[in-house]
Structure formats: structure tokens, C-alpha cells
């Protein structure tokens, strides 16, 4: 077995020897010489949706965006809480069999309960919801009221005879019974 000589070793290869350039061939751009040398910059056609070396952390934004805290994310409501009625069907009925107006209120108060709890205004939900309640309610009273009152005035007073007036001739100005 031989050994070789201590300045070659058989782990490395072979270096080739340099050999310069051609010189018709295109010299490679010089920086002016009064510049200091710049550092590499990064390749031109590099990927920026590239994803990072693993076991390094995302440079940028947190993972999972920044944190909500003191306010519920839109669409979810605080737990323990119950989504309040909107009271949606008494308005349409009392705005359409009772009193327009009054019914208007209504519908507006109740559609506007679902647009706050999906906002997380828990409390502006169930302020919307009571007051869609009680518009509705005396929406309702109001329509009995006056239907009440339109029994009593036309049906009732001409049939008792305590509305003289409505039989009253009005070329004559005298009653007609």
C-alpha cells in the first residue's frame, strides 16, 4: 500500500486550472472606481410569495392577524348572551290591521335588531328589540282604540238616537225624525 504525499489528499478533487477570459468577450460590469463595493443585492426574478425557511418566523403581520380584545368579532355574539326577538311579525301585522305610523316605527326598531347582534352590539339588539315590542304594542292599542271608536260613532249613537245630527236635513237645518 502506497501513501500519498502530504500535500495531496484523496478526499478533494481535482481544481482545474484558471484559465482568463477571452478578450473579445463581454467584461462584466465594473462599479466606478471612487464607489465602494456593493453588497450583493437579491436576485431580480426571486419568487415574493416564497415561503420562509422552515423554523423561522413570517416577517410582517402576526399569525392570525392582530387580536380583538374588549370586542366581539362580527357575527358572533358574547357567550351567555341569547339573540333577542325582533318582533319582525307584530310589526308587519300591526303596521298593516292597526295603525300605519305607529307600525312603521315598529318595522324599522325590528329590522334593526338582526344588523346589531351580527355587528356584536349585543346591547343596541336588545334595546332595538324592546322598542320594536313596544311600538308594536301601541300600535295595536291604538287600531282597537280607534276601531272601537268607529263602532261606538257610527253603529251605535245612530241606533240610540244620540246623534240627532247625523239625520239632520241640511237645506232645512231641522231633524228629519
Not at 362580527?74 to 326577538?85: E, F, I, L, V
Request: one cysteine or more; aromatic letters at 10%; a negative charge.
Amino acid at each position: 500500500m502506497s501513501v500519498p504525499p502530504p500535500d495531496e489528499t484523496p478526499d478533494q478533487p481535482e481544481v482545474a486550472p484558471q484559465v482568463p477570459p477571452p478578450p473579445d468577450a463581454p467584461q462584466p460590469e465594473q462599479a466606478h472606481p471612487d464607489q465602494p463595493p456593493q453588497p450583493e443585492q437579491y436576485p431580480v426574478n426571486a419568487d415574493p410569495y416564497a415561503q420562509p425557511a422552515p423554523g423561522y418566523p413570517q416577517a410582517g403581520y402576526p399569525q392570525g392577524g392582530y387580536p380583538q380584545t374588549g370586542y366581539p368579532q362580527a357575527g358572533y355574539a358574547p357567550a351567555g348572551y341569547a339573540k333577542p326577538d325582533n318582533y319582525l311579525v307584530w310589526a308587519i301585522l300591526t303596521m298593516i290591521l292597526c295603525c300605519l305610523p305607529l307600525g312603521i316605527v315598529s318595522l324599522v326598531y325590528a329590522t334593526q335588531v338582526d344588523s346589531k347582534w351580527s355587528a356584536g352590539d349585543v346591547a343596541g339588539a336588545e334595546n332595538s328589540s324592546q322598542q320594536a315590542r313596544t311600538w308594536a304594542i301601541w300600535s295595536a292599542v291604538a287600531g282597537i282604540a280607534f276601531t272601537v271608536l268607529i263602532v261606538i260613532f257610527v253603529v251605535l249613537l245612530p241606533l240610540l238616537g244620540l246623534l240627532p245630527f247625523m239625520f239632520m236635513d241640511p237645506s232645512t237645518g231641522s231633524s228629519t225624525r
